[in-house]
């Protein structure tokens, strides 16, 4: 915080509660996130915009929470429906509901509207009425938490009826600017919207960041005397700090050392320039907490994430939602994970999309490996370079190192997946389970048409198409005896160079119509196996 002004107190460090990172008494919080937020141009609301990954509006509400507990209000309006259910999904506990009461705003008539519709939510019950409140923005996502503490702080002690947030830009168009009195002092008299200014107040460079602090028995008298008579024909929030004034009540104002955390994201730029200052703080958070990361400015961590030390992040590594990262693991180039947890020990080589799974300690992927929602890699377990994987449990120690497809599948300890070895778990209506006991042995180019079970320790060779459930300990060979014909290709090469086109063709054909009716035989005859088998296993 910038050395404060005349009016503003001293910065001497005392925190408002004994415990800097603690809930204080009395406060409560409202968020405004109603409004549409038309220069976005865009179909979804404002606040549901990602910020590396989390919705705008939860910044602000994750702010909330940390500062008042359970005392915090949303106001929400545009796209009410996803913005509760976001906020819901990212608060909720285990057992309990949220602890954010979600208010409606059903017109979005101004800020000030906004904030007087959270009235009924703190009216007085068991608790009393909150002593101050604070009140937040639903865009201003690089607001820090000591920031708020310190104009809580300020408040308390300047004794203010309100205190605001203020930032000096370069560029402060867009912008509510801070009007200050003439008298030495320069107290705050007032906000003037970008819309409303003359042009002298256009000039001002320092602007309202939309961060406030408000007395409890001011704040909902004072908006229910807002006045709508302006640019936009909308209850400003900020005509309060004019009717604070007019009615001799102290306005304090805390100026914000870095400009940046002012940020308001109204446009797709300045979500642009918020975006990229998150994922900074985000990066330099981890780096500080010991992980290691070879190129940070390709390194992507969404909000969320979590990562354990010694951990070796290489360049162009994404890990998005609530993905979480063990300690000393190894994620190389060009691999992204979303929403999966992974133990500690793992390497990850390069190219790897996983989705929504479960990784256990020391285990080896990649590279190339592509896991979709649901799979579970069991300690120590190998998966290697082009094996997919769906809902599969990959048991410990077991092992798929070339191109496979494994799907809806329960695999045991200790087995060999071969290479090409493929789950047909899809008949094109179902899906259907495959299961493979501890140590069973998979020959390359296994193909298992499910729903089947191979018992523990069975050894399926190679080429084997398996239909049938297989017992424990049983050899399994499925593929079509091998035929050698000595001389056969000598023959034919003979042909190809010494006989002319015509005789060849001849004598082709001659072959292929004595084969025809063995060959429409035998298809007929594979045919109605396989059905008597689907039939028997479907029943
Ligand atoms: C607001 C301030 C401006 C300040 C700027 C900082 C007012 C009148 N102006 O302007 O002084 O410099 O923020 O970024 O407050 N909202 C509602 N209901 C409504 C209107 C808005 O909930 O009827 C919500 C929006 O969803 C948003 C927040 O209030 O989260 C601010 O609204 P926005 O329209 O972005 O205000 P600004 O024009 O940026
Ligand atoms: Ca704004």
């Avoid at 708020?148 to 000096?168: D, G, P």
């Avoid at 990562?307 to 609530?322: F, H």
């Avoid at 729903?451 to 593929?479: H, K, N, W």
């Avoid at 001849?506 to 059905?531: F, I, Y």
């Amino acid at each position: 915080m910038r050395r404060p002004r005349a009016t503003e107190v001293s910065t001497a460090k005392k925190p408002v509660s004994p415990d800097p990172q603690g809930k204080i008494a009395g406060l409560a919080v409202i968020v405004m996130a109603a409004g549409l937020g038309k220069r976005m141009r865009s179909k979804q609301a404002k606040v549901l915009h990602p910020v590396a990954g989390q919705a705008m509006v939860l910044y602000s509400v994750v702010l909330g929470l940390r500062v008042a507990g359970d005392r915090v209000a949303v106001v929400v309006g545009h796209q009410a429906d996803l913005v509760r259910q976001v906020i819901g999904r990212t608060t909720s506990g285990k057992s309990s509901g949220s602890p954010v009461a979600i208010v409606e705003q059903r017109e979005q008539l101004g800020t000030g509207h906004a904030v007087l519709q959270s009235r009924p939510v703190f009216a007085v019950g068991k608790r009393g009425a909150p002593s101050s409140y604070l009140i937040l923005n639903g865009d201003t996502p690089l607001l820090q938490e000591k920031t708020v503490r310190e104009l809580l702080r300020v408040h308390e002690a300047e004794h203010a009826t309100i205190t605001i947030l203020t930032a000096v830009l370069v560029d402060a168009s867009g912008y509510g600017r801070v009007v200050r009195e003439s008298s030495a002092e320069r107290g705050v008299s007032r906000i003037v919207e970008d819309r409303d200014a003359n042009a002298e107040e256009q000039a001002i460079r320092e602007i309202n960041v939309g961060t406030y602090v408000v007395d409890g028995e001011f704040l909902f008298n004072a908006l229910e005397k807002l006045d709508p008579t302006n640019a936009q024909g909308e209850y400003y929030l900020t005509e309060i700090i004019h009717l604070a004034k007019h009615t001799g009540r102290r306005v304090a104002a805390v100026v914000l050392d870095n400009p940046d955390e002012g940020l308001g994201v109204n446009t797709r730029r300045q979500l642009a320039e918020a975006e990229q200052v998150v994922r900074q703080q985000i990066r330099d958070r981890w780096l500080d907490a010991g992980v290691t990361m070879i190129d940070p400015a390709s390194t992507w961590i969404d909000a969320a994430v979590t990562i354990g030390r010694d951990t070796v992040l290489y360049s162009n590594v994404t890990l998005e939602g609530t993905t979480v990262i063990g300690e000393d693991c190894v994620l190389r180039s060009y691999t992204r994970l979303t929403d999966c947890t992974v133990g500690n020990g793992v390497e990850i080589l390069d190219h790897c999309l996983f989705t929504a799974s479960h990784i256990e300690d020391d285990t080896h992927l990649g590279p190339f490996v592509h896991l979709r929602p649901g799979v579970v890699v069991r300690k120590k377990a190998k998966v290697g370079n082009f094996v997919e994987m769906k809902k599969t449990d990959l048991g410990e120690g077991s092992k798929a190192n070339h191109l496979s497809y494994l799907g809806d599948a329960k695999i045991g300890k200790g087995v060999n997946i071969g290479a090409g070895t493929i789950t047909c778990n899809y008949d094109g209506a179902r899906k259907f389970q495959t299961v493979i006991g501890d140590g069973v042995f998979l020959g390359s180019d296994t193909q298992l048409i499910a729903p089947v079970t191979v018992g523990a320790g069975a050894f399926i060779a190679a080429g084997t198409t398996v239909t049938e459930d297989v017992p424990a300990d049983a050899l399994v060979i499925g593929r079509v005896p091998q035929v050698n014909r000595a001389g056969w290709a000598a023959r034919r090469r003979a042909l190809q160079t010494g006989v002319n086109r015509e005789t060849l063709n001849v004598k082709r054909k001659t072959e292929s119509t004595r084969l025809t009716p063995h060959l429409s035989r035998l298809a007929k005859k594979q045919a109605s196996v396989l059905e008597s088998n689907q039939a028997k296993k479907r029943r």
